[in-house]
């Protein structure tokens, strides 16, 4: 009769010793999670799927690469004019690229020529402003938000005297000051009503973010004021600062134009949509494409910025999604 008890010696080995033959199957683990985005990132995320944002990026982009390089578009002089063969010679649209292309000025100047090098002055008094009223509006307002205080009443003053000037009469006013308007002096007289948008926007955002736990936190841990400002407020307030500034670079291009129209801008021999604008005026009647291209691309790059302003708007702004 076989023994078939055991001793707890061998209940003891058998318990811990392993099986001859396991078969291992990895664990399922759980499905690997996605990164959590950051405020920049979920904003990227959502323009890379509107196309309102590519088709504006598009025109910025080509806008840009013509105000760069304007001699890779055209080999025709913008200020070379020809009254005996070229007054006021019609379009000729089938000629791409060509110097007719657009037909020709009052002064016998190429009108294609003049849109593709009037594209740098334009883009240049656009950018130039807004850099210039975010870099003073964005500094004002975050002090004024920021400290509070008296700082903040003084500064909220004399925005509110600034916020009261005529903003197109008050620039025209400063630029009848310079007998000579170069694009700085433009850039200049333009930066210097329109900053009060930027400042009120920048204090309105700051205050809310300096209420905020991580910045409590912060303060409490013994940061400093120039680390809690430029680590934890300003890329928390900044948003609203840039839809603001790229919307309104579109208008600052729109400001030039109608000051270079009243001949109060940029003059000739600088070549400029507005300046373009203001000379066709006396031919408009009879020849309507002198004024037709520089108006339409003026027109076109000021709806590219407003396009870009409002796809980052709704970006940026979690409650518009």
Do not use: C
Not at 55 to 78: N, Q, R
């Amino acid at each position: 009769m076989p023994d078939v008890t055991k001793t707890k010696t061998d209940t003891a080995v058998d318990a811990v010793a392993p099986p001859t033959e396991v078969a291992t199957v990895p664990a399922a683990g759980p499905a690997a999670q996605e990164k959590p985005r950051s405020l920049w990132g979920d904003a990227w995320y959502d323009l890379r799927h509107r196309p309102m944002f590519w088709i504006a990026a598009v025109l910025l982009m080509l806008l840009l690469l013509i105000a760069a390089f304007p001699g890779l578009f055209t080999s025709a002089d913008p200020r070379d004019g020809d009254l005996t063969n070229h007054f006021l010679a019609k379009p000729q649209l089938t000629h791409f690229f060509q110097s007719d292309w657009f037909g020709y000025d009052i002064q016998g100047r190429s009108i294609y020529a003049r849109v593709v090098y009037g594209t740098r002055a334009s883009v240049l008094v656009g950018l130039g402003t807004t850099v210039a009223v975010t870099l003073v509006g964005g500094t004002l307002g975050m002090l004024a938000g920021y400290f509070g205080g008296w700082l903040d009443s003084i500064i909220s003053r004399i925005t509110d005297i600034f916020f009261g000037l005529p903003y197109l009469l008050g620039t025209m006013v400063v630029l009848n000051a310079f007998t000579e308007r170069k694009v700085y002096v433009v850039i200049g007289a333009l930066a210097f009503l329109g900053w009060t948008t930027i400042t009120r926007v920048t204090r309105s955002s700051v205050i809310t973010a300096k209420q905020a736990d991580y910045v409590v936190a912060a303060r409490a841990l013994g940061a400093g004021t120039r680390r809690i400002l430029l680590r934890h407020v300003l890329p928390n307030a900044i948003a609203p600062t840039i839809v603001v500034a790229t919307i309104a670079l579109g208008a600052y291009i729109s400001a030039e134009a109608t000051l270079s129209y009243l001949g109060l801008g940029l003059a000739d021999p600088t070549v400029s949509w507005g300046v373009d604008i203001s000379s066709a005026k006396d031919a408009i009647r009879d020849n309507p494409h002198v004024m037709l291209f520089p108006a339409g691309m003026l027109s076109l790059t000021v709806f590219a910025f407003i396009m870009l302003g409002d796809a980052v708007r709704d970006a940026l702004d979690p409650k518009l999604r």
